[in-house]
DNA sequence: TGCACCAATCTTGTATACAAGACTGTTGAG
DNA sequence: CTCAACAGTCTTGTATACAAGATTGGTGCA
């Protein structure tokens, strides 16, 4: 939660949730141990904690990678995702006592209204990642730590899915979720909640082009666009 | 999968789920560096990806241990495992086409039949092992990598609390359990089979004495007890 | 005796050195 | 001109060296 401890391993997966590291990127260990001004060691420690928790991969004396999904890959993360976000809400109505910890629902509230300011301005790195910040405060809302964790990675990895997969996905749409969620949970419907939940993530997953082969060539391409500085 | 590329880890988990190795145990760098015939470099690297999956932890300066799960924490990863797996279950009916993996069902039944021969034969390490091991390939039979590795990872977990609360869970019964499941399963009433999962998880963790504070001196007194060796 | 202080030892934390493989660019033959 | 072979460079893989903190056991004072 701090930030000097692993700030290493933070700072590369906030940069993929804003969308400033895309999937396929190299991070050469010499690099980064500059920019962060430690030796290899820490950084190839940090790779490593990152490699076990499915961001980057290595690849033998070539480096270490952002993923890139594939589009099985991409499936089973979005129905994990689902599997667990669904059983959680489900989960709730077996809580008598615990329910949602405190003000949860008015945190998520104020959350949905910063996505809706989001998408006004439209600011492409903070809109993603907002949306997907939802569902890490859904499942802290829920109060299980291992769930949380859990879906923050997995999170990373529909993002990066969906920075290859190019979905046109609506975020307006996305966020209408959100907001319809928070309204169910308040009213105490969990098991509605879940449902909606169910045809949110769903929905999303649709949205993608799984069929189109990600393009190896994508940031070439970008680069040499016309109008590209020399 | 492999045994050679990181046999570190995989020796260290199956340990654990074997009851070999107890919560609170040290592991010291040296000790192991020697024993796997390596450079504390690769323990190292070994321990940290255990920590990040929340096997070990360290103590700065002191060492690496095994994990010893609070009672909150121990609620919490059983209530993790709850949300998954039951969550898993549901999810069969919404996937007309994949249920479950080929001749899963039939694996799961010889699964429960080798729980029963281990209930017998009675010898104490295979049989917790088992019994942790029904869950992962329920698991592995639904398809998803991600979840598999998820629930690996909370099955040590909840194994080592096990150890700590020293349950006198009813193997037998946990058994039954398990038997009942694929019953269920077999005959495509996915619904019936979470329920009953449900209540399995929420058995076990019932089992368990959460109350009573783990006993830092278990070990010793172990090792002083009539008979011990000089 | 009881306790505070201190030195010796051990263990991890971090950096660095070197080995091994992968990639790149050049060169030379056909 | 095309392509195969090769040397050079770059990057990771692994081990080792040293620094920093923790623990332990001993010593001396009250």
Redesign the pocket.
């Known amino acids: 939660m701090t930030q000097p401890p692993d700030s290493i391993e933070d700072s590369v997966i906030s940069a993929i949730l804003g969308g400033r590291l895309r999937p396929g990127t190299?991070?050469?260990?010499?690099?980064?141990?500059e920019v962060y001004?430690?030796?290899?060691?820490?950084v190839?420690?940090a790779?490593m904690r990152l490699e076990t928790r499915g961001i980057v991969h290595?690849?033998?004396?070539?480096?270490?990678f952002v993923v890139e999904p594939s589009a099985t890959e991409a499936r089973a993360a979005f129905q994990a995702r689902r599997v667990i976000e669904t059983g959680m809400l489900r989960d709730l109505h077996t809580l008598p006592e615990h329910t949602l910890r405190g003000d949860a629902v008015a945190h998520l509230r104020a959350h949905v209204e910063e996505e809706r300011e989001a998408l006004h301005t439209g600011h492409v790195g903070s809109r993603t990642c907002l949306l997907g910040d939802f569902h890490i405060h859904l499942a802290h809302a829920f109060g299980n730590p291992f769930l949380t964790d859990i879906l923050r990675d997995l999170t990373a990895r529909t993002t990066l899915v969906s920075m290859l997969y190019q979905s046109d996905q609506d975020a307006a749409a996305s966020s209408d979720d959100h907001a319809g969620i928070v309204t169910l949970l308040a009213d105490g419907d969990y098991a509605g909640a879940a449902r909606l939940m169910d045809e949110h993530i769903r929905r999303v997953e649709d949205g993608l082009d799984l069929a189109a082969a990600p393009d190896p060539l994508a940031g070439l391409r970008e680069i040499l666009s016309p109008g590209a500085p020399a």
Not at 26 to 33: M, Q, S, T, V
């Open positions: 190299r991070l050469g260990e010499a690099k980064l141990a001004g430690v030796s290899r060691t820490r190839r420690e790779m290595v690849s033998a004396r070539r480096g270490w």
